[in-house]
């Protein structure tokens, strides 16, 4: 497998990006081998978004790997190079899910109308006309105050929230992934899957709601 074993790296996390890409095209094993640690479990997570099981997540990954040895010579530097490698990882594995019959449309992933319209938070969780502060919380989010810290890290809970970003719509899932999973900034999500600002928030905002129902709804059963 592409990166097994590899350990050197060249500069550090912070290496200039345009000194990996000069090593790349040099055939540097160590320059790959970095490019390999920064990115590889996180290309693995976005391509579950369009494929049913690791296994072919892995797959697809690895493609992406030969393709990025293979185009490193055309890439012009327009975008950042993990915006490029993304979006290399993004096309092969929509094609590799439609193989799968797990089809993902591009228009539904970068159109937040296409997308569920029901609230980002249940209206029964606030108080209605008539009550003492219409508006206002009845029932607040849950606090994660007093929750013992190994129950907020336990696997199970890891797998809650895991199983509630898989059940998402395909454009909240991606953007999520994105942002809370591979840790991009909203301006490379945006670059990425060609989306505004305004679009990219949205469809972040509604997917955090509902993960954070699933949160709330775990942590009021008992431990």
Not at 109 to 116: F, I
Not at 153 to 167: C, D, F, T
Not at 169 to 192: F, H, K, M, Y
Request: proline residues 7%; neutral net charge; charged residues 25%.
């Amino acid at each position: 497998m592409i990166g097994a074993g590899r350990s050197s790296r060249p500069g550090g996390p912070a290496a200039d990006e345009a000194t990996l890409v000069a090593g790349l095209r040099a055939g540097d094993e160590a320059a790959f081998a970095a490019l390999i640690d920064a990115h590889h479990s996180a290309l693995v997570r976005m391509a579950m978004v369009y494929v049913p099981s690791r296994a072919v997540a892995e797959d697809v990954v690895q493609e992406t790997w030969l393709a990025v040895l293979e185009g490193i010579d055309r890439f012009e530097g327009r975008s950042s190079l993990k915006t490029w490698i993304f979006r290399i990882l993004m096309n092969r594995a929509m094609t590799r899910g439609k193989r799968e019959r797990r089809s993902v449309p591009f228009s539904s992933l970068v159109d937040p109308a296409r997308e569920p319209s029901e609230p980002a938070v249940d209206r029964a969780r606030f108080q209605g006309p008539g009550e003492a502060n219409p508006g206002h919380w009845s029932d607040p989010p849950r606090s994660l105050e007093g929750v013992p810290e190994e129950r907020l890290l336990s696997g199970e809970l890891l797998g809650e929230v895991s199983r509630a970003i898989e059940a998402l719509p395909p454009a909240q899932r991606e953007v999520i992934t994105l942002r809370d999973v591979a840790g991009w900034g909203s301006a490379e999500v945006c670059n990425a899957l060609g989306i505004t600002e305004t679009n990219q928030r949205v469809l972040l905002h509604r997917a955090r709601s509902k993960v954070r129902r699933t949160l709330e709804r775990y942590l009021d059963e008992p431990a």
